[in-house]
């Protein structure tokens, strides 16, 4: 594929974008919501924001080394504002949320995040900044020893050493939720966190943390990102099968798809 | 919400978006003269499109370099504060810190001291890390009593037998071989894809003005 035809396909993806985007926000506002799928993982966080504010125990948010200003600045404002939906929630407690991270450029974001969900003040020392990787999960274990959080949510770029977080949180009995957008992180995460988001639901998090419609929509449109790009891959694997099997034609896939859906209808129906 | 402060939000919004909207279509239309049909000038054209996201990012790159200096501020401060609290490990972390900044300056740029107790105690620390995660590894099926917490320990203990250097085991190194071919690559792939679609949606968000941190 040419630059050109490159160029012309990531014009369209975004205004489909825009377009997909403006539209769930339209149907959120006049009221005809669709409900968001279930994520076990953020139901747990009123439970935790609950425990923060009734034991005056801080909640421990991580960013990892997400970084502004590198490739990963999405996820870095991703996170930032799933954090702050849960400082807001959280607001009550007399102890403001810390938030750490170990890449620099992420200190003011953190401080811009509690800044404005916190009513508190004394928000410039809640955001901690410790040297990357493995120097960043020791000083955070060793750190948050003297501040005892309720619960931590380490969401961001993590790799292994995700692991000595998790473990130090688990010997405490305080609750985790982990994403990671590393697939070492991501593994070690989903093996040792007591919650685990995978993938796009980490940009999708911040919609199900609060009652806004716009974040909601926006979760909205990944879903239906991500059912149309199943769709797509699945269509071209029955097509690549398809070339394979020289007895195959339309009437047969025509009737196995309507069969299929058939059958997803009903199953979606009795869920 | 007071009057100036709705002004500078709308402010620091309609400044992202215009520099949003300049460096995307600067991204997008710069440096490829074959969108303009290659007709004389239009190298000029392409070349003079892409400056604005040559010029802003370039921009990025100097104030990325100088953020580790807000890391470094932001470790002594909140270290002081610490330590004003009674909290003396924090006075270890600024020890330390002066001291091996007195011994770089001292000794001419002799990293020495940052070989000889950084690096041993990172190694060590790594060394622990294979120990919890092998803990964590074996909690998997008391935190996830499922088909998937089993089908995790399964696949971990047959990627763990495989690196093992024994001849019997050619077959389970085998099976090791095409776990990391075709499942793990989908799943990473899927990830990765998951990651695309959210940065896409998200970067639409600030490059409409629209993120909380654009807002003032």
Same mark, same amino acid.
């Given at each position: 594929?040419?630059?050109?035809?490159?160029?012309?396909?990531?014009?369209?993806?975004?205004?489909?974008?825009?377009?997909?985007?403006?539209?769930?926000?339209?149907?959120?506002?006049?009221?005809?919501?669709?409900?968001?799928?279930?994520?076990?993982?953020?139901?747990?966080?009123?439970?935790?924001?609950?425990?923060?504010?009734?034991?005056?125990?801080?909640?421990?948010?991580?960013?990892?080394?997400?970084?502004?200003?590198?490739?990963?600045?999405?996820?870095? +404002?991703?996170?930032?504002?799933?954090?702050?939906?849960?400082?807001?929630?959280?607001?009550?407690?007399?102890?403001?949320?810390?938030?750490?991270?170990? @890449?620099?450029?992420?200190?003011?974001?953190?401080?811009?995040?509690?800044?404005?969900?916190?009513?508190?003040?004394?928000? +410039?020392?809640?955001?901690?900044?410790?040297?990357?990787?493995?120097?960043? @999960?020791?000083?955070?274990?060793?750190?948050?020893?003297?501040?005892?959080?309720?619960?931590?949510?380490?969401?961001?770029?993590?790799?292994?050493?995700?692991?000595?977080?998790?473990?130090?949180?688990?010997?405490?009995?305080?609750?985790?939720?982990?994403?990671?957008?590393? +697939?070492?992180?991501?593994?070690?995460?989903?093996?040792?966190?007591?919650?685990?988001?995978?993938?796009?639901?980490?940009?999708?998090?911040?919609?199900? @943390?609060?009652?806004?419609?716009?974040?909601?929509?926006?979760?909205?449109?990944?879903?239906?990102?991500?059912?149309?790009?199943?769709?797509?891959?699945?269509?071209?694997?029955?097509?690549?099968?398809?070339?394979?099997?020289?007895?195959?034609?339309?009437?047969?896939? +025509?009737?196995?798809?309507?069969?299929?859906?058939?059958?997803?209808?009903?199953?979606?129906?009795?869920? | 919400?007071?009057?100036?402060?709705?002004?500078?939000?709308?402010?620091?919004?309609?400044?992202?978006?215009?520099?949003?909207?300049?460096?995307?279509?600067?991204?997008?239309?710069?440096?490829?003269?074959? /969108?303009? *049909?290659?007709?004389?000038?239009?190298?000029?054209?392409?070349?003079?499109?892409?400056?604005?996201?040559?010029?802003?990012?370039?921009?990025?790159?100097?104030?990325?370099? /100088?953020?580790?200096?807000?890391?470094?501020?932001?470790?002594?401060?909140?270290?002081?504060?610490?330590?004003?609290?009674?909290?003396?490990?924090?006075?270890?972390?600024?020890?330390?810190?002066?001291?091996?900044?007195?011994?770089?300056?001292?000794?001419? *740029?002799?990293?020495?001291?940052?070989?000889?107790?950084?690096?041993?105690?990172?190694?060590?620390?790594?060394?622990?890390?294979?120990?919890? /995660?092998?803990?964590?590894?074996?909690?998997?099926?008391?935190?996830?009593?499922?088909?998937?917490?089993?089908?995790?320990?399964?696949?971990?203990?047959?990627?763990?037998?495989?690196?093992?250097?024994?001849?019997?085991?050619?077959?389970?190194?085998?099976?090791?071989?095409?776990?990391?071919?075709?499942?793990?690559?989908?799943?990473?792939?899927? /990830?990765?894809?998951?990651?695309?679609?959210?940065?896409?949606?998200?970067?639409?968000?600030?490059?409409?003005?629209?993120?909380?941190?654009?807002?003032?």
């Amino acid at each position: 594929m040419d630059q050109t035809t490159l160029q012309v396909y990531a014009v369209l993806f975004v205004f489909a974008t825009v377009l997909l985007v403006y539209t769930a926000r339209y149907f959120q506002r006049r009221g005809r919501q669709r409900p968001l799928r279930r994520m076990a993982a953020v139901e747990r966080i009123g439970e935790w924001t609950n425990q923060s504010i009734e034991a005056n125990r801080p909640l421990h948010l991580a960013l990892g080394s997400t970084a502004v200003g590198e490739d990963r600045t999405a996820v870095a +404002l991703a996170e930032a504002e799933f954090f702050h939906h849960i400082i807001e929630r959280a607001d009550a407690s007399d102890v403001s949320p810390i938030i750490t991270t170990s @890449a620099a450029s992420s200190v003011p974001l953190g401080q811009d995040t509690v800044w404005r969900a916190w009513e508190g003040d004394a928000y +410039l020392s809640r955001v901690q900044w410790y040297p990357p990787d493995i120097a960043y @999960a020791a000083a955070v274990t060793a750190a948050l020893k003297t501040d005892d959080p309720a619960a931590h949510v380490l969401a961001g770029g993590f790799g292994p050493e995700l692991a000595l977080m998790l473990d130090s949180a688990d010997r405490r009995g305080q609750g985790s939720l982990a994403v990671s957008d590393r +697939l070492e992180g991501q593994a070690v995460a989903y093996a040792m966190a007591d919650e685990c988001l995978i993938g796009e639901e980490l940009f999708a998090a911040a919609g199900y @943390a609060t009652d806004d419609g716009r974040a909601q929509a926006d979760a909205i449109v990944l879903d239906v990102w991500r059912a149309l790009l199943i769709m797509g891959m699945t269509i071209v694997l029955m097509l690549e099968v398809a070339k394979r099997m020289p007895w195959l034609n339309w009437a047969v896939v +025509l009737s196995v798809s309507a069969v299929l859906a058939v059958f997803g209808l009903i199953i979606y129906r009795r869920r | 919400m007071g009057r100036g402060q709705r002004f500078g939000t709308a402010l620091s919004a309609f400044v992202a978006f215009v520099i949003g909207i300049i460096t995307a279509l600067s991204l997008l239309l710069g440096d490829n003269p074959a /969108l303009f *049909g290659n007709q004389p000038g239009s190298d000029q054209l392409a070349g003079l499109l892409a400056v604005p996201a040559d010029v802003l990012l370039r921009l990025v790159v100097i104030v990325l370099a /100088l953020s580790i200096v807000i890391g470094i501020a932001n470790l002594l401060y909140v270290h002081v504060g610490r330590l004003s609290r009674g909290k003396l490990t924090s006075a270890v972390v600024l020890v330390s810190f002066g001291f091996t900044i007195y011994w770089y300056v001292a000794r001419q *740029g002799d990293a020495s001291l940052l070989e000889a107790v950084q690096v041993p105690i990172e190694s060590a620390l790594a060394a622990l890390l294979a120990l919890s /995660l092998l803990h964590g590894g074996s909690r998997v099926l008391s935190k996830r009593a499922d088909i998937w917490g089993l089908l995790f320990v399964a696949v971990a203990v047959v990627v763990l037998l495989a690196s093992l250097p024994l001849a019997e085991l050619a077959p389970v190194q085998a099976w090791r071989d095409w776990l990391m071919r075709v499942p793990v690559g989908a799943g990473a792939r899927a /990830l990765l894809l998951g990651i695309a679609l959210g940065t896409v949606v998200t970067g639409l968000r600030a490059l409409l003005g629209q993120d909380r941190s654009v807002r003032g």
